[in-house]
């Protein structure tokens, strides 16, 4: 189109239907995580956070027995071991404090996803039966991969 010319809205956006925006898009884009190629930033920052609260842990102490402890009832983030005691840990992650933050973030339906899927760790290793459970929550507020704090609630809840 050259200067002067007037643009046809009804074409720009029959164009646009039939070819997509005229912008390239980045390999790492938004667009790109669909495909496999990179993860979502959400994705990243919980990583980091587990990975942040890990080695938090066990500066203090607690030995790291599995991550990411997949059933049909959920995920438990971290499993470590205090002494005789075995703890179940989720992780929270957020970049900031609006609703409470990340603490906040763990509700009554996700202690019962944490609950039944300790169970189910249960039921899979015997040899973790005769150990006391616990539940903590670590939170971790700001960047996980920069600037942040950590908060560790230890038996933030109980199994009834």
Same mark, same amino acid.
């Given at each position: 189109? =050259?200067?002067?010319?007037?643009? $046809?809205? #009804? !074409?720009?956006? !029959?164009?646009?239907?039939?070819? #997509?925006p005229?912008?390239?898009? $980045?390999?790492? =884009?938004?667009?790109?995580h669909a495909g496999g190629m990179a993860r979502p930033l959400s994705q990243h920052n919980g990583q980091c956070a587990e990975d942040l609260a890990a080695e938090y842990l066990a500066a203090r102490g607690l030995e790291l027995l599995a991550r990411n402890v997949r059933c049909k009832a959920g995920e438990i983030d971290l499993v470590c071991r205090e002494g005789a005691t075995l703890v179940v840990i989720e992780v929270r992650q957020r970049a900031r404090s609006d609703f409470g933050g !990340?603490?906040?973030?763990? #509700?009554?339906?996700?202690?019962?996803?944490?609950?039944? !899927?300790?169970?189910?760790?249960?039921?899979?290793?015997p040899a973790w039966r005769r150990c006391l459970v616990r539940f903590d929550v670590i939170a971790v507020q700001g960047d996980p991969c920069g600037v942040h704090e950590i908060a560790w609630i230890k038996d933030a809840f109980r199994a009834t």
């Open positions: 189109m =050259g200067p002067g010319e007037e643009r $046809d809205p #009804g !074409a720009l956006v !029959a164009h646009l239907r039939a070819n #997509g005229d912008k390239p898009r $980045d390999a790492a =884009g938004a667009h790109a !990340a603490l906040a973030s763990v #509700g009554v339906p996700k202690r019962r996803k944490l609950i039944r !899927a300790a169970r189910f760790l249960l039921q899979t290793r």
